[in-house]
């Protein structure tokens, strides 16, 4: 029993020594991973800088639609959320047309939040 229970902790002190190794060896490859990740970031931050964008929020488009548009007179009260998309597509499609005729090149999107 006590050969048996010998050889039961020599292959566990190897198996954990097996264990031990693995783990460092584990460590080593994230330190790499993650210097190198750090100066990718570096790099690309340098070479690139963020984008400004311009927010553009209407208040009260119910308001606005009501006092632009005879039928969103009737429309307001029932459909409120169509109403809306109407005001910011109104709204975008007016921009554009000024930025156009400014000669400013523009890209405008409708973002949900």
Known sequence: MATFLLIFSLLLAVFSGFLCWQVMEQRKLIARMMAQTAENDEMSSREKEPDLLLTLKVLDPIAVAKRES?????????????????????????????????????EMHIEYR
């Open 70 to 106: 005879r039928s969103a007179r009737v429309l307001a009260d029932k459909l409120p959320v169509m109403v809306r998309k109407m005001v910011y597509q109104g709204v975008m499609k007016e921009l554009e047309e000024e930025m156009v005729e400014r000669g400013i090149d523009v």
